[in-house]
Every structure is written in C-alpha cells, then in structure tokens.
C-alpha cells in the first residue's frame, strides 16, 4: 500500500467514496476538486508547472485497496496469503496499520495548519498595513478639508467685505 497524499491540500488520498482523484498528463495525482479549484486559477499543473489543458486530464482515477501488514516484504507469491480473509485478521490489520496512517494524517494535517498560519499572518500583515495607509489617507484627507473650509471661509469674509465697499 501507498501512503500518498495530494499535493494541493495535503491531505491523504483515501479509498472513501467521496475521496475522487484525478491526474493530469505530467503524471501528477490530486483530488478532484483541489484541481478543479486550481485550473480557476491558473492552467499548470500544481506540482511541476507544466502547462495543462483541462480536456486532457483524467477526472477518476479508481485503485484496487489491498491491505497489507507495513515492513513486512510482499512477493508477489505471498501476497494472497497476507491478505486478511476474516474480520480478525482485518481487525488486526487495521489496529497495526491505524498508528502509522494516523501518524502520517497529524503530519499532514500539522503541515498544513502551518501553512495556513502562515498564510493568516501574512494575511493580517497585509490587513494591517492596508488599514495603516487608509488611517493616512484619511488623515490627509480630513486636513485638506479643512486647510480649504479656511480658504472658502476667508473668500467668503473678502467678498462680504468688497461688497460692503461697494454698497457704501
């Protein structure tokens, strides 16, 4: 068995119904809907860049799930025979196989809370100078209005007082 998992998220392909993976004609595999997210944005492939048309890529690909014992060598003789035909030996199987999975899952799963950490703080880095230039702005702005409210008003008082000159 291969532990693989999508480049895109990061998170492992799964033999789950819904988990649906597609490849591209580089040979890279992602779940569908990663790529299909990606191709709204760009028409590379995700991994190597390569330029994709979306016509020629594979939308499911289906595997055949053998569950194997990890470490242990598999020969294709033996194969069968390590297979689990009950629901101990599959149970077994699963309690062996579990750790290592859920282990591969927390790596997986911390990479990519780092990452979307990383992306949030350079995120609110971005926010937070935005709003500093708009507090700029703003300020700018309040005393443009009111160096020129002083100059209407001072026009305004001249005026009045030429046509006081005038009148009189």
């Known amino acids: 068995m291969i532990l693989a998992q999508c480049p895109v998220c990061q998170e492992l392909f799964t033999p789950a119904s819904d988990c649906f ?19 709204r944005t760009s028409s590379t492939c995700p991994q190597c860049r390569v330029k994709v048309k979306r ?7 289906f595997f055949d799930v053998v569950p194997f014992l ?10 069968v025979s390590q297979t689990p035909s009950s629901s101990q030996n599959s ?9 290592n ?6 790596k997986s799963e911390i990479n990519r809370l780092t990452e979307a950490l990383q992306e949030s703080e350079n995120k609110l880095a971005q926010q937070s100078k935005l709003a500093r230039d708009r507090e700029n702005e ?13 100059l209407c008003e001072k026009e305004r008082q001249r005026s009045r007082d ?7």
Not at 23 to 33: D, I, N, Q, T
Not at 55 to 61: C, E, Y
Not at 162 to 168: F, Q
Request: glycine fraction near 2%; charged fraction near 20%; include cysteine.
């Open 21 to 39: 993976m597609s490849a591209l004609p580089c040979g890279h595999v992602f779940h569908k809907k990663c790529v299909e997210t990606w191709f």
């Open 162 to 168: 030429l046509k006081y000159v005038l009148n009189h």
């Open 101 to 106: 999975v859920q282990l591969f899952k927390a």
């Open 138 to 150: 703003v300020a700018t702005l309040t005393t443009l209005y009111t160096e020129s409210d002083k």
């Open 55 to 61: 016509s020629s890529t594979v939308d499911r690909l």
């Open 91 to 99: 149970s077994s199987f699963s309690q062996v196989r579990d750790p």
């Open 70 to 79: 990890p470490f242990e060598p598999l020969s294709n003789c033996s194969r």
